[in-house]
């Protein structure tokens, strides 16, 4: 059965970013960089690739360049997440 997405409103909240900037994003394609989604999860953007190195939180798309990107959704998800374990 396939996860229903969430809605813009949903993302926003567990973000922490204002619905317009998650709407923007998501008419975009949904992608963030690795920068900003170290933002997200506030910590060090290199601490985001060491993550994906290791099998952790790794990113959705990596570019013929070597960038990583990560879906919106993706780090929602591992916030809500760590969210519950905590």
């Known amino acids: ?4 997405k969430p809605s813009n409103k949903e993302l926003s909240e567990v973000l922490d970013i204002p ?4 709407a923007h994003i998501q008419d975009s394609g949904g992608y963030i960089s690795t920068g900003v ?3 997200l999860l506030c910590i060090n953007p290199q601490t985001l690739r060491n993550w994906g190195e290791k ?4 990113p959705d798309r ?3 360049s070597g960038h ?3 879906l919106l959704t993706t ?3 591992y916030i ?3 969210r519950v374990k905590e």
């Open 68 to 70: 990583r990107r990560y």
């Open 37 to 39: 989604a170290a933002q």
């Open 75 to 77: 780090i929602a998800d």
């Open 80 to 82: 809500r997440k760590e």
């Open 19 to 22: 619905e317009d900037i998650v």
């Open 1 to 4: 059965m396939a996860k229903e």
């Open 55 to 58: 099998g952790g939180l790794v």
């Open 62 to 64: 990596i570019l013929a």
